[in-house]
Every structure is written in C-alpha cells, then in structure tokens.
C-alpha cells in the first residue's frame, strides 16, 4: 500500500469514529468522507465497506448512483457546466462538449494536471444569461465555445504569472 493510500484509509477510519456500525448511515459517512476527501477514493469505500460490514459493491453502487458523490480527486478549479431547462435550450450540450474537448476529459473527471474538473449541475439560478458555466463558483453567462476558450486563456495567463512572480 503507497502513503497515500495509507494516507486515505487513515482519513476515513477518522470520520467513521463519529458514526454507529448502521447501514442507514452509509450515505451520511460518504458525504463526510467526501467532504473530508474532497471525493471518495476505492481505499475510502473498502474501509467503508469493513465498518459497516457490506461488500464493497455495495458502496461503489451508491458511489455510482448519486451524482453527488466524485470518483476523481477535485481539481485546482472547478467548471460546473449548467444543463438546466434555460441553460439547455440555449445550447449548455454545445458548451459541455466544447469544454470536454478542450480539457480532454468527460464529465466527473479531473484533467491529469489537476488543474480542472469538469461536471454538470442543474439551474444555478442565472438563466437570463444562458448557456452558463460555473468555474470556480463565478457564473460565466453565455459561455460559447469561443467564450470556453477566452476563459481557459485567462487562466494559463493567470497561471503563467503566478509561474514569473516565484520565481
Ligand atoms: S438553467 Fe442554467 S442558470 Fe438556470
């Protein structure tokens, strides 16, 4: 087992002190070893799976169910691409792809830099300026293609900056 393996089974074990052996609170430790993890990694559900004493496919079929729930380790920012009603007539597909294209990641996936990861959320409450794309909690409205890669330059062009100033 690598350290960080180690590492995760060790974060687990400590959330799953606060919590009795029941199976009904399976989805309430997921949340906290989510919240705790920033996803849940397979060493996280095998440790769950021992504590409540339920295979692990079990708690992999809830992990897969709930699209609350991340497989993938949380990237630097994240894009929450809006595929709401308004979001969705106005094109949000289009931006999905534009966005799974130029990252070169699905949705529920982490670019292997760790720089983003991409996913969808419903209405985010700003349809007036749909297609919108959430990054980093700012709402970005009519997030065309073009627009997907204005934003992605402004970061490289953020990050090349912070790469000068160390220096
Ligand atoms: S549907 Fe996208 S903001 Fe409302």
């Not at 397979?42 to 339920?54: G, Q, Y």
């Not at 729930?69 to 691409?81: A, D, E, I, Q, T």
Request: charged letters at 25%.
């Amino acid at each position: 087992m690598t350290e960080e393996q180690e590492a995760i089974r060790q974060e687990t074990r400590k959330v799953l002190k606060r919590f009795s052996k029941q199976r009904g609170n399976l989805v309430p430790i997921l949340q906290q070893v989510q919240a705790q993890l920033g996803y849940i990694p397979l060493e996280a559900m095998v440790e769950v799976a021992e504590f409540l004493k339920i295979p692990e496919m079990d708690v992999y079929s809830v992990v897969t169910f709930y699209n609350q729930f991340r497989l993938n380790p949380p990237g630097k920012h994240s894009v929450r691409v809006c595929l709401g009603t308004a979001c969705h007539m106005k094109g949000g597909y289009i931006v999905l792809d534009a966005w799974k294209r130029r990252l070169g990641i699905d949705q529920g996936e982490t670019t292997p830099d760790h720089e983003f990861d991409l996913d969808t959320v419903a209405c985010v409450g700003c349809c007036t300026m749909a297609p919108v794309t959430v990054v980093d909690n700012e709402a970005e409205g009519k997030t065309s293609p073009t627009r997907v890669d204005g934003i992605l330059l402004s970061y490289q062009l953020e990050k090349d900056k912070e790469g000068k100033e160390t220096k």
